[in-house]
Structures are given as structure tokens and as C-alpha cells.
Nanobody, 124 residues
Framework: QVQLVESGGGLVQPGGSLRLSCAAS????????VGWFRQAPGKGHEGVAC????????YYADSVKGRFTISRDNANNKVYLQMNSLKPEDTAVYYC?????????????????WGQGTQVTVSS
């Protein structure tokens, strides 16, 4: 059983930055892939970024490429999402999710465990 807790959300002005954290507990978690998803009001879950467990390979949605960076600290069981140059359309609840094996990183059903989410609001 893996448990995930997100933190770091908040209100930020357009062009600003936030760093989200996902703290994990569970055995062999460093072997798990971790994805970040977001859900805006009235919309489904959108895959934002993913980092693999085996080789640390990263994947990004086109909408955030060059602005967001995903990283992991296996020693402390954490995954981060550094978000720069934030835009109002980045406003959403952000979730981290994890699974031992995934084939398509941006599909929510590929993930077995989810956190409770953290709100990110980009507004002036």
C-alpha cells in the first residue's frame, strides 16, 4: 500500500512560480513511476508530467513543456513539480499518482494510488 500527500499549492500571480511536493510512504517506492495530473473545474484529469522509477526518465504535456520540471528525491520519498511562468490556464487541483508499471503516462487509469490534491490558482 502506497500513500501520497501533496503540498505546496496556493495563489500566485501570472508569471510566478510554485513548487509542489508529493510525499510518499510504502515499500520500494523508488521503483514506482510518479505522475502529476491536474483537474480544472468541469474538466477531466489532465496528465502534466511523469517521472519513471527505473531510470528517472521524464515526460511532459506539451502545454507545460519548458515551464514545469518534475524531479524526485528517493532518499526522502518525495517527488517535486517545479512550475515556472505560470498562466491562468494552469489553475486546477493538482494530484500526484503512482504505479509500479505504466505504459502510457498521461492516462489516469494507469495509476494505482492517488493523493488528495492541492489547489493551484493563478490570478492577478
Amino acid at each position: 500500500q502506497v500513500q501520497l500527500v501533496e503540498s505546496g499549492g496556493g495563489l500566485v500571480q501570472p508569471g510566478g512560480s510554485l513548487r509542489l511536493s508529493c510525499a510518499a510512504s510504502g515499500p520500494n517506492w523508488d521503483s514506482y513511476a510518479v505522475g502529476w495530473f491536474r483537474q480544472a473545474p468541469g474538466k477531466g484529469h489532465e496528465g502534466v508530467a511523469c517521472i519513471s522509477g527505473s531510470d528517472g526518465r521524464t515526460y511532459y504535456a506539451d502545454s507545460v513543456k519548458g515551464r514545469f520540471t518534475i524531479s524526485r528525491d528517493n532518499a526522502n520519498n518525495k517527488v517535486y513539480l517545479q512550475m515556472n511562468s505560470l498562466k491562468p490556464e494552469d489553475t486546477a487541483v493538482y494530484y500526484c499518482a503512482t504505479a509500479l508499471r505504466i505504459s502510457t503516462w498521461y492516462i489516469p487509469s494507469e495509476y494505482d494510488y492517488w493523493g488528495q490534491g492541492t489547489q493551484v490558482t493563478v490570478s492577478s
